[in-house]
């Protein structure tokens, strides 16, 4: 599905960081060289190469290079798999956006089985290179994610963040936390789990 619309023009989705700019845009075939150098030899997160929400644990027993190729087949297959922010020409963040259709692993967790029948997208998780981290790369994100979801006509984007004000959370907050959500107007619906809402924006309320 097509979640940007021409993404050599994104200039609604580009935000100031700091005294640059972060262009936001759709992965396509053309950008996987940057996705590719974002995420590096290590492969975002432990090899993982956003696969978790889709394959569950098992990426782990996958290799690397399988689970890389998996992600570089979806997008040279035109799935547009999430979104890439950029500091002029340097990849500097990502965030998986799909339907929640597209994440199966989602509900074999019982804390985030479906709420509802409606046919959401999902923020799903991110990854912030190095030096950018905590500067509100997940904030522009998150931003360019409600509008993008908006334009591929989802009724609301849902996200799986980690609440860190709960007891015991986790501080591996790969998949966002909740106060992060919330200053973007996510609201909670279901909490299954202490530290792991259910959080979603309705999306009428966004511009196109």
């Given at each position: ?26 992965v ?63 990849p500097?963040g ?34 912030v ?80």
């Amino acid at each position: 599905m097509v979640i940007s619309d021409g993404p050599r023009n994104p200039a609604d989705m580009t935000k100031k960081q700091g005294n640059s700019k972060l262009t936001i845009l759709s992965v396509t075939p053309d950008l996987w060289p940057q996705l590719d150098n974002l995420f590096g030899k290590s492969g975002a997160s432990n090899g993982c190469w956003c696969m978790y929400w889709r394959l569950g644990g098992a990426y782990r027993d996958t290799a690397r290079g399988a689970n890389k190729e998996a992600l570089r087949q979806l997008v040279q297959h035109g799935s547009q798999p999430g979104l890439l922010a950029f500091d002029g020409e340097l990849p500097v963040g990502w965030c998986q956006l799909t339907p929640r259709d597209a994440l199966r692993w989602l509900d074999r967790m019982w804390w985030f089985q479906r709420v509802d029948d409606v046919p959401v997208w999902s923020i799903s998780c991110f990854f912030v290179r190095k030096g950018y981290r905590r500067q509100g790369v997940m904030t522009q994100l998150i931003a360019a994610a409600l509008k993008a979801a908006k334009r591929a006509k989802a009724p609301a984007l849902e996200a799986y963040p980690i609440d860190t004000d709960a007891p015991k959370s986790s501080s591996n907050i790969f998949v966002g936390t909740a106060a992060t959500f919330s200053r973007a107007g996510f609201k909670v619906v279901a909490r299954r789990a202490s530290a792991r809402p259910i959080m979603r924006h309705d999306l009428k309320a966004i511009a196109r």
